[in-house]
């Protein structure tokens, strides 16, 4: 790849990176003849991944074949198989929005990668979906990057740094009074304006800064997705613990992430409200970013695990972390399935 040459070069000097026993560059060389060989067997679906919990049950899928191959680069495992007849890469994140744009960017740097599908579970916003739903959206945005307002403006009131493009406040705000359970004073909190992210994509301007707030995910993709609707999905844990509704697959407008774990229902209602969200999460706004600035084909599947602070009792994601892992594991192997592929599975024995 054109620009893996540049990274290699870019991260070897990177000390972050290596172990002190690598510091000689042998190791490195090693694994940089891996990863040539490996591209030779290219392109790959790469497959994103929050945690553990949500790879375990896709290493142990029926469909997914592993090879022998891994590559361990910068902290994170590259691990090598086929779902039907595509090649993919998995690799797991670690949580959080830089996690998850720093391993996006490894991924797509160092391999020969054809699209990205990111999976795992999520929070619900959306009232008129349940636990173990499997949600896909169309659009994804990262909803923490703030300009947080002082005491006494309001929306009338030019943010700093405004009118130089830096901040807006076209996106809308939080007013944090409308929350406060002191009616008698202001709140000191006041408003919180929700900005869009700056982009630099691989075919623009270096330096010359795009915005975008609400990322598309691959139109084929999402077309490709749709057809899985019909698809059914485990209900149960086991013989005493069933959800009280049939999950399903649900096609959706919007989903949100910030390295941020909500359990609020206050903030779960106004986040919905103002945005028509429905998944709420950690990572996937990152990867969508990344992959938008990479122009890399990409789509996100969250299975629902809790309400996001919604629910009458405690956390529901305690109880439906492994169902929701696995049904959004189910749907990831049933999309990759029906991506046309030209790729002919071959052997990694060589490798």
């Known amino acids: 790849m054109k620009t893996l040459n540049f990274f290699?070069?870019?991260?070897?000097?990177?000390?972050?990176?290596?172990?002190?026993?690598?510091?000689?560059?042998?190791?490195?060389?090693?694994t940089k003849k891996l990863i040539d060989k490996a591209n030779k067997n290219?392109?790959?679906?790469?497959?994103?991944?929050?945690?553990?919990?949500?790879?375990?049950?896709?290493?142990?899928?029926?469909?997914?074949?592993?090879?022998?191959?891994?590559?361990?680069?910068?902290?994170?495992r590259f691990r090598f198989g086929s779902v039907g007849k595509k090649h993919v890469v998995l690799v797991m994140t670690g949580l959080g929005m830089l996690n998850a744009g720093v391993t996006t960017q490894l991924l797509l740097s160092l391999f020969?990668?054809?699209?990205?599908?990111?999976?795992?579970?999520?929070?619900?916003?959306?009232?008129?979906?349940?636990?173990?739903?499997?949600?896909?959206?169309?659009?994804?945005?990262?909803?923490?990057?703030w300009s947080w307002q002082r005491y006494g403006n309001g929306p009338e009131d030019t943010l700093p740094l405004e009118d130089g493009g830096d901040y807006t406040r076209d996106i809308g705000y939080l007013n944090i009074a409308n929350y406060s359970t002191d009616f008698v004073s202001d709140n000191l909190l006041n408003n919180i304006w929700y900005q869009p992210e700056e982009i630099f994509p691989v075919d623009g301007t270096p330096e010359e800064r795009q915005h975008a707030f609400w990322v598309p995910v691959d139109s084929v993709y999402f077309s490709l997705a749709k057809t899985l609707e019909s698809l059914t999905l485990d209900g149960c844990l086991n013989a005493t613990t069933c959800l009280s509704?049939?999950?399903?697959?649900?096609?959706?407008?919007?989903?949100?992430s910030a390295?941020?774990?909500l359990d609020n229902a206050a903030y779960r209602s106004f986040i919905y409200d103002k945005f028509n969200v429905s998944p709420v999460e950690m990572e996937s706004a990152a990867v969508a970013l990344i992959s938008y600035q990479q122009r890399v084909p990409f789509i996100v599947?969250?299975?629902?695990?809790?309400?996001?602070?919604?629910?009458?009792?405690?956390?529901?994601?305690?109880?439906?972390?492994?169902?929701?892992?696995?049904?959004?594991?189910?749907?990831?192997?049933?999309?990759?399935?029906?991506?046309?592929?030209?790729?002919?599975?071959?052997?990694?024995?060589?490798?």
Do not use: C
């Open 301 to 351: 599947i969250r299975a629902l695990s809790d309400l996001a602070g919604g629910g009458e009792h405690s956390n529901e994601a305690d109880t439906f972390i492994t169902l929701a892992a696995n049904n959004s594991v189910k749907v990831t192997v049933e999309f990759i399935k029906l991506i046309s592929s030209p790729n002919k599975i071959t052997s990694f024995a060589s490798i």
């Open 259 to 261: 390295s941020i774990y």
């Open 245 to 256: 509704t049939p999950p399903k697959v649900s096609i959706v407008e919007r989903g949100t």
């Open 112 to 145: 020969d990668i054809e699209g990205v599908v990111h999976y795992g579970i999520a929070g619900n916003a959306n009232p008129s979906l349940n636990i173990g739903d499997v949600v896909i959206s169309k659009y994804w945005a990262h909803s923490a990057l």
């Open 42 to 76: 290219g392109p790959y679906i790469g497959i994103v991944i929050p945690n553990l919990f949500e790879m375990n049950p896709l290493l142990n899928y029926p469909e997914y074949k592993s090879t022998a191959l891994i590559i361990d680069v910068g902290g994170r």
């Open 8 to 30: 290699i070069s870019l991260v070897s000097f990177l000390p972050i990176v290596w172990l002190p026993q690598e510091a000689d560059g042998k190791v490195f060389g090693e």
